[in-house]
């Protein structure tokens, strides 16, 4: 693995052996995510064949430190994203975008004609589709913390008990110890944008597109993916032993596997065969 600065950005590249798609994979974590968490997915990419980049948004570490990151908006993610694409001259890459990602990757891919694929994975919604959640978690005591740290523009991290109960309520005690230091704090703008809508308009995206819903998930509920695979006009994968990481529960690779033959299937490429330096 390789790591790019750019600017206050950080960057992994994962190459592989040989370069089999013409195409390279960007892919874009979660809100309070880093590229860590997608580790499974990138040396599973890329040893099929596929460059694989993966952004750590603004002050998400190795990124550096923002002392604005309560304030910070998709926008900003977006304008994040944008840079990295540029800078590396990967306008032509496959977003994969899980959770907050997911929506930001829609964003991107309306303003960049040459992306090549979209593929959302328990996506946030833009406007348009309906916001859910599951109604039997401990949200009122989650919403006053959020309050409070919005008061005093500050970001949040989840408790451990609270992502015991949303996105690592898939994952067995054992692994959560681990997986749990992986997220950082986030911006608490972000929800806000959600839960009020960021437009995004689909007839702006001219690629092939993924939907990925899982039905075991608490933040990301099955039926709002469907929704948003309708909303995009997308193809659609539903998983009923996934929660909100797939890409870190059991058997994670059936959804890597599903995602790589439905980018083979589905984006033209070039026949591409060359052996990568170190």
Same mark, same amino acid.
């Given at each position: ?28 974590? $979660? %809100? ?22 993966? @952004? ?12 604005? &990151? ?29 959770? *907050? ?13 040459? =992306? ?30 959020? *309050? ?9 991290? %989840? ?5 015991? #109960? ?12 681990? @997986?749990?230091?992986?997220?950082? %704090? ?10 009020? $809508? ?10 092939? #597109? &993924?939907?990925?819903?899982?039905? &075991? ?6 039926? *709002? ?11 659609? @994968? ?6 909100? &990481? ?17 980018? =083979? ?11 990568? $330096?170190?």
């Amino acid at each position: 693995m390789l790591r790019i600065k750019i600017d206050n950005l950080a960057v992994d590249k994962h190459r592989p052996k040989i370069t089999k798609y013409s195409y390279p994979l960007l892919f874009i974590h $979660g %809100a309070g995510g880093t590229s860590e968490y997608l580790k499974n997915y990138l040396l599973f990419f890329a040893r099929a064949g596929w460059q694989c980049y993966a @952004i750590n948004l603004r002050g998400h570490h190795p990124s550096d430190r923002e002392s604005n &990151l309560a304030q910070t908006t998709i926008q900003d993610y977006a304008e994040d994203v944008e840079r990295v694409m540029r800078d590396l001259a990967i306008e032509h890459c496959a977003l994969i975008g899980h959770s *907050m990602g997911g929506l930001i990757a829609q964003k991107i891919a309306t303003q960049f004609q040459s =992306v090549q694929a979209l593929v959302t994975i328990a996506s946030a919604p833009p406007f348009g589709v309906v916001l859910q959640l599951k109604n039997n978690l401990p949200y009122a005591g989650a919403i006053l913390k959020s *309050m409070w740290g919005l008061m005093n523009l500050r970001p949040v991290k %989840a408790s451990y008990f609270l992502a015991g #109960k949303t996105f690592l309520n898939n994952i067995d005690e054992a692994e959560r110890e681990k @997986i749990f230091p992986m997220f950082v %704090a986030e911006s608490l703008l972000i929800g806000f944008q959600i839960a009020h $809508g960021v437009f995004v308009d689909p007839a702006e995206i001219k690629c092939p #597109k &993924l939907v990925i819903g899982c039905q &075991l998930d608490a933040m990301a509920p099955e039926s *709002m993916e469907r929704k948003l695979a309708e909303f995009l006009q997308a193809d659609y @994968i539903s998983y009923e032993q996934f929660a909100h &990481l797939p890409m870190l529960e059991t058997n994670w690779e059936q959804s890597a596997q599903d995602i790589a033959n439905w980018l =083979v299937k589905n984006v033209a490429d070039q026949a591409l065969k060359r052996k990568d $330096g170190p």
